[in-house]
């Protein structure tokens, strides 16, 4: 006979005779099959009992084969038995369910690991030389709490149009000097209302703004992602929902500002996105007077931690008052002064970028 067997047929057998809940299979202490023998040790309070057990066990048992039924007492109860827990599911890769944005070929990132480097306007006129090369190029303005994509691209008074479509409800990203721009700042009543969402409002804004936007009939190849700083919650979200082909980092010279460099390739390597390479913004400054360079924020070192984390300095932008001054009226720099050293060293960087994820996807 089979243990299994046996004892499911005593955890079938009530005792609601003597007026107790309890089945047989409740109180056995201890239980052992040979052939058609059992012999099987098992609790009562009271020798009033034991008759009335020994025939309900062996009225069980008999029908099942047993042939001799060897019934012992004991008035100690059983141990609880305790049921082990199922084993934990293996554990599932975050990344295994990333997906290709809507007709997108490249995705690139612009991050930096602190705030105040400038890493929007090297965001935006990154797309912008990308789209003076000739490509067909897209930004968008992932910094939900801080959205400047709309004033840098003159776009703010841009409406956005909403379709339907078999695929869902898209929105239909607006064009400004050739790039076709989306940011969470077009959705908000003026430019000063403060985003005040929460963790599941704001990520399920965000997957619209992945998956949900119209980028035109052709596909973009490019999409520029301008990242809030720092390391957090929509970083590695993006990073475990979409197949990102690299991120840039961006940077000033300041050892405080490097600091962060380093957490943010590190950041990347978790979520498994290849690095692309460090901008350094405001590396110098040229005085228009004299021709002479200043490096304001003292001698970089970003060229040397790019190498010692296996990533390389894509350029170094200068500081540049129209840089900031067309960015107020809405004007990359890029496309407003096409002769000047910053936007030479953006079309340098645009390039590099170009060629190593043309080389990358070869």
């Given amino acids: 006979m089979a243990l299994q067997g046996v004892m499911d047929a005593l955890k079938r057998t009530t005792l609601q005779e003597i007026g107790v809940s309890f089945s047989l299979s409740d109180i056995i202490k201890d239980i052992r099959i040979s052939g058609d023998d059992v012999y099987i040790k098992i609790f009562s309070p009271s020798e009033k009992y034991y008759d009335y057990l020994r025939e309900k066990i062996k009225s069980t048992l008999k029908p099942l084969g047993a042939k001799h039924i060897e019934v012992e007492f004991s008035q100690e109860p059983p141990v609880q038995r305790q049921t082990q827990p199922p084993p934990p599911p293996p554990p599932q890769n975050p990344f295994e369910n990333r997906r290709r944005i809507p007709k997108v070929d490249k995705v690139i990132l612009v991050a930096s690991g602190k705030g105040g480097v400038g890493k929007s306007t090297v965001a935006v006129n990154i797309a912008s030389a990308l789209r003076r090369l000739g490509y067909n190029v897209g930004y968008l303005d992932a910094d939900m709490y801080g959205p400047s994509g709309p004033t840098m691209f003159g776009a703010k008074d841009k409406k956005v149009i909403a379709k339907e479509t078999p695929e869902g409800t898209k929105i239909i990203a607006p064009e400004a000097h050739g790039v076709k721009v989306m940011s969470i700042g077009f959705l908000l009543p003026s430019e000063d209302?403060?985003?005040?969402?929460?963790?599941?409002?704001?990520?399920?804004a965000l997957t619209q703004f992945l998956f949900d936007i119209d980028w035109g009939e052709e596909n973009l190849d490019f999409l520029v992602v301008d990242l809030p700083p720092g390391t957090g919650d929509i970083q590695i979200t993006i990073g475990q929902t979409v197949e990102v082909d690299g991120a840039i980092i961006v940077t000033t010279p300041q050892d405080v500002a490097l600091i962060d460099v380093k957490k943010g390739i590190q950041m990347?390597?978790?979520?498994?996105?290849?690095?692309?390479?460090?901008?350094?913004?405001?590396?110098?400054?040229?005085?228009?007077?004299?021709?002479?360079?200043?490096?304001?924020?003292?001698?970089?070192?970003?060229?040397?931690?790019?190498?010692?984390?296996?990533t390389e300095l894509l350029g170094?932008?200068?500081?540049?008052?129209?840089?900031?001054?067309?960015?107020?009226?809405g004007i990359p720099v890029v496309l407003a002064k096409e002769d000047s050293t910053v936007t030479q060293?953006?079309?340098?960087?645009?390039?590099?970028?170009?060629e190593k994820l043309t080389r990358k996807g070869a």
């Fill in 268 to 310: 990347f390597n978790e979520v498994q996105i290849p690095i692309i390479g460090v901008v350094e913004n405001m590396s110098y400054f040229i005085c228009p007077d004299s021709g002479k360079k200043y490096e304001i924020f003292g001698k970089s070192k970003t060229a040397d931690v790019a190498k010692d984390y296996s």
């Fill in 345 to 354: 060293e953006f079309l340098s960087i645009a390039r590099k970028l170009v």
């Fill in 316 to 329: 170094q932008i200068p500081t540049d008052p129209k840089v900031a001054e067309f960015s107020d009226l």
């Fill in 193 to 204: 209302t403060p985003v005040i969402w929460r963790g599941p409002v704001l990520f399920k």
